[in-house]
């Protein structure tokens, strides 16, 4: 299900002729879209090529149903860290401390359950308004001090770090609560009559399809209210389709399974509500321009320093929920838990698009880049490559795709 | 004059999908020194880009003859072996290091390795006293004025044994007294055997300096004329840039009648300001100026009067610190302490350095035009894409924005278009009154008409406009009444009839020594 809302956010880039498009070919048309968006859809082929490599390299096994669903689950909490990192990198900051802050909160998930057995959903709540209030004191140090954020993230990574291991104890804490294991690793329930298929992961994807197919004809109808120029309607129907297409495999593997993991469903929903957001809503606009131009920004009437606060209180959350989707995963909180994954984050954003200037990126992005580290890790587990030539192979995959942006931005001409 | 130094010959230049130059032939004697003009866009950097190697030999059509042999350069490297420097609009001196490091920087005198600092402060001070420059050799670069940097890249390109030197657009970000001193400066090599290219939209350096001028429109030599021969008059010069007679270069104005009683529409009192480092220094000094619906009111200064730090404090203190002054808004004293409040009170302020401060390059059209009242496309915090393009497409055609879409990004269109978008920004905001700093500064003289026809119908609807400019022709071509201001003082106001070039120009370097 990821890669229906995954297609959705890079297809609806609007026409480029402002004249005649009639005249184009679709071919044309297809191409003018994609070069406006070659970063995006760079990666999404360079994805797919990821994919179809392993599943030919692992004769098929990483297509198996069971195998997807265990892709989405271990690549959940990168995942979620990956887009509040884009938002962070897009408004020109980083943020270093989110591995660290992962543990600790989920060195506090510990404490609030296992330590003082508090209901898990409050101690869910609790542990997110941690996580807030972590990221808003680094965000208040970041905004209104003016200390840059990689000084700021890197000494939060030390601080939350050295907090996990001395509120664990340097002991290893456990087990959660049944409830929030099954958030964390379970699937959707199971209902209706037996069709060898998982029914309510099936209607779901069904009503998915639906619902791009209505919001699609709406957009293209509003922008003709608008006057303004549509794609032509063949290359508007291949898009449904190849929407359609994509939603339906991804349901059909999920369904044939124990059905959709509710940690998917989670992504899902934050990748369109923060897809959204950044696309359409007024504070959304005012992170890319202030990373795309600050004191311009300034000078327009951004609030720039409660946006980049904002931003540091969103990404602490963000890890929040990463670190308890984390230690419900593995049913313990482990003073080594989350290691690297800011560096993770940071590279899925890369590889999805972001700038190091700021100002350029897409959560989606994030979530592609995302995939093709996850996609990476999993195949190369399956063929039984080493760790050690994994890390090798992601630093390569991560230059090579930064690389290539610089180099198709070159030849496009500055 | 011993011939021709330098000859370009039908020189062909494509970019993906554009072509920058096609056709341009260029020849420039011993010794001159040659003045290059054209709209923007024209392709005269493309052309210096091409000469200097910065496009590779390979990379374009047509041959390069210098010095009678022909030459494929490679780099700039090898175009400054043969004695070709170019200096850039935009200064390329690192602003931490000494002048003299930055004289020999790439070029350093050295021993081993390892740098001669006597010898590298000997030749320094040397090239700075031949570009006429009295400061130590070790002082920081980011320590002295623009004026001075530029100098400083002529004494670098005098160290590499100038044979031909090119200046795109030297004076842009200089004030008249710096400007005057390099044009002369440029002169005095002149007899010292150099030879000048000078790429200049200001037609009057261009008369001071140049022996010959060559005009490009739309990547093609249109004509080279002698600029010392009588007929080769300024209107002539401009009607070859744009292609057509330029009757007249400011729109008909109806001037404007002050109504009585009425309040005016901004009214700024015993304004001052400090230097927000050097915090005893007044930048602007007490300086009161009103505004009235309808009225243009300008305000001339040299560099360094105050008057871009008036116009950005008032604007929610975005300058310097506030030390005393009141915003009357129709008579009612308002707060523009930030820049939300000042926007909401009606005030807009567009930038003279629109890409800094005016435009997000990276984003599209459509974007940056609304991004100062998102508000107005979007309800409860949710932009209405379609109603913002339409928004954005209306101005692209009311404005004559030359962009193929409104997806275009901001920082692929020429300086004018540039300037369109930012006016286009705050025109959709609202405003009643637009302070407009510098707004026709770097672009070409057609779309120069097509801005100054905007600020005269943002008048005639009623709108009060402030019009910050350097260039004396424009501030009398287009405005009702006239400030002038020196040293962060206010010091004198005209009308329209009283104004002149020369009662202007007595009052801005008014008391200018004294408060140095």
Redesign the interface.
């Known amino acids: 299900m990821s890669t229906d809302v995954t297609a959705k956010t890079p297809a609806p880039a609007?026409p480029?002729?402002?004249g005649g498009a009639a005249g184009d070919g679709l071919l044309q048309l297809v191409l003018d879209g994609m070069r406006?968006n070659m970063r995006q859809y760079g990666m999404l082929i360079a994805l797919g090529l990821i994919v179809a490599l392993f599943a030919v390299w692992t004769d098929g096994d990483l297509l198996l149903p069971r195998n997807v669903s265990n892709l989405v689950l271990q690549n959940s909490y990168i995942l979620i860290l990956a887009m509040g990192m884009m938002l962070v990198i897009i408004a020109g900051h980083i943020d270093l401390s989110v591995g660290s802050l992962t543990a600790f909160i989920g060195s506090m998930a510990a404490v609030f359950m296992v330590k003082n057995d508090l209901p898990w959903p409050v101690a869910v709540i609790l542990c997110l308004a941690v996580g807030a209030i972590a990221g808003a004191i680094q965000g208040f140090f970041i905004a209104y001090g003016g200390i840059p954020s990689f000084i700021v993230t890197l000494a939060g990574m030390l601080i939350w770090r050295g907090l996990t291991e001395i509120f664990l104890e340097g002991q290893t804490l456990g087990p959660f609560p049944e409830g929030l294991q099954k958030v964390a690793n379970g699937f959707l329930p199971e209902v209706g009559p037996n069709t060898n298929y998982h029914n309510l992961t099936l209607l779901l994807g069904f009503a998915m399809i639906a619902f791009v197919v209505f919001q699609e004809f709406r957009d293209r109808r509003?922008?003709q209210?608008?006057?303004?120029d549509v794609p032509p309607l063949n290359l508007f129907l291949l898009k449904l389709v190849a929407l359609g297409a994509a939603i339906l495999t991804l349901t059909m593997l999920l369904a044939s399974y124990k059905g959709a993991p509710i940690v998917l469903l989670i992504l899902g929903v934050l990748l369109v509500g923060f897809g959204y957001v950044m696309?359409?809503?007024?504070?959304g606009?005012?992170i890319?321009?202030i990373g795309?131009?600050l004191?311009?920004?300034?000078?327009?009437?951004?609030?720039d320093k409660k946006v980049t606060f904002l931003i540091f209180v969103n990404m602490g959350m963000l890890a929040a929920l990463a670190g308890l989707v984390f230690a419900a995963r593995f049913n313990a909180a482990s003073p080594k838990a989350g290691l690297n994954f800011e560096l993770e984050a940071i590279a899925a954003s890369f590889i999805g698009g972001a700038s190091m200037s700021g100002?350029?990126g897409t959560v989606l992005g994030a979530i592609i880049g995302g995939l093709v580290l996850g996609v990476l890790n999993n195949g190369m587990n399956l063929v039984g490559i080493g760790t050690d030539w994994q890390q090798v192979i992601k630093g390569l995959v991560l230059l090579a795709a930064v690389g290539f942006d610089v180099w198709n931005k070159r030849?496009?001409?500055s | 004059m011993a011939g021709p130094v330098l000859e370009m010959r039908s020189i062909v230049k494509t970019?993906?999908g554009v072509k920058a130059l096609s056709d341009v032939t260029l020849t420039v004697q011993q010794g001159e020194v040659h003045a290059i003009c054209g709209e923007n866009g024209a392709g005269k950097s493309t052309l210096m880009k091409v000469l200097s190697g910065v496009h590779p030999h390979g990379t374009y059509e047509g041959d390069i003859l210098f010095e009678g042999e022909v030459c494929e350069f490679k780099d700039i490297r090898a175009s400054e072996h043969r004695g070709i420097v170019i200096i850039h609009q935009e200064l390329a001196l690192s602003p931490f290091l000494s002048l003299a490091e930055n004289i020999f920087l790439g070029n350093e005198h050295a021993k081993g390795g390892f740098i001669d600092w006597r010898e590298t402060l000997r030749h320094g001070s040397e090239l700075l006293r031949r570009v006429g420059l009295s400061d130590h050799p070790d002082t920081r670069v980011a320590d002295i004025g623009v004026g001075k940097q530029q100098l400083v890249e002529i004494a670098k390109a005098l160290s590499k044994k100038v044979k031909l030197l090119i200046l795109d657009e030297p004076t842009a970000a200089l004030n008249d007294e710096d400007s005057g001193k390099l044009l002369d400066l440029i002169l005095e090599l002149k007899k010292q055997g150099i030879t000048s290219i000078i790429i200049s939209h200001k037609l009057n350096e261009i008369r001071k300096v140049a022996d010959s001028v060559t005009i490009l429109r739309d990547g093609k030599t249109i004509e080279t004329l002698d600029v010392k021969a009588p007929e080769t008059t300024e209107d002539r010069i401009i009607s070859g840039m744009v292609g057509r007679d330029l009757e007249n270069r400011f729109p008909d104005r109806t001037p404007h009648e002050p109504e009585e009683g009425a309040h005016p529409a901004l009214e700024i009192r015993n304004w001052t300001v400090h230097h927000p480092i050097d915090q005893q220094r007044k930048v602007v000094d007490d300086v009161s100026i009103e505004v009235r619906r309808g009225e243009i009111v300008g305000i001339a200064g040299l560099m360094g009067a105050g008057r871009t730090e008036l116009a950005m404090s008032v604007?929610?203190r975005?300058y310097g610190r506030h030390a005393g002054g009141t915003v009357l808004k129709d008579g009612t004293e308002i707060r523009t302490k930030t820049?939300?409040e000042?926007?909401k009170h009606g005030i807009a302020?567009v930038?003279e350095d629109r890409k800094?401060?005016?435009?997000?390059?990276?984003?599209t059209v459509n974007?940056n035009i609304?991004?100062?009242a998102?508000?107005k496309v979007?309800k409860r915090?949710?932009?209405d894409?379609?109603?913002e393009?339409?928004v954005a497409?209306g101005f692209r055609k009311s404005m004559n924005i030359k962009a193929?879409?409104v997806?275009e990004p901001v920082g692929k269109l020429s300086g004018g278009n540039q300037q369109k978008v930012v006016l286009s920004?705050w025109i959709f905001a609202g405003p009643d009154v637009l302070i407009l700093d510098e707004p026709t500064r770097g672009i070409d003289v057609g779309a120069k008409y097509e801005i100054y026809t905007v600020i005269d119908q943002l008048a005639a609807q009623g709108k009060a406009v402030v019009f910050i400019s350097s260039e004396l022709p424009e501030l009398l071509g287009m405005c009702d009444r006239i400030y002038t201001m020196a040293a962060g003082r206010l010091t004198g106001e005209f009308s329209r009839a009283e104004a002149s070039q020369e009662s202007l120009m007595r009052q801005m370097t008014k008391d200018k020594e004294v408060s140095r």
Do not use: C, M, W
């Open positions: 609007p480029g002729k402002s406006r509003r922008q209210e608008f006057h303004l696309r359409n809503a007024i504070i606009r005012h890319y321009a795309g131009n004191p311009a920004a300034k000078l327009s009437g951004v609030k100002g350029v030849k496009v001409g | 970019f993906p604007f929610g975005t820049v939300p000042a926007v302020y930038t800094h401060y005016g435009l997000n390059l990276i984003d974007r609304s991004l100062s998102l508000g979007a915090g949710v932009v894409e379609h109603e393009r339409q497409e193929p879409t997806f920004k």
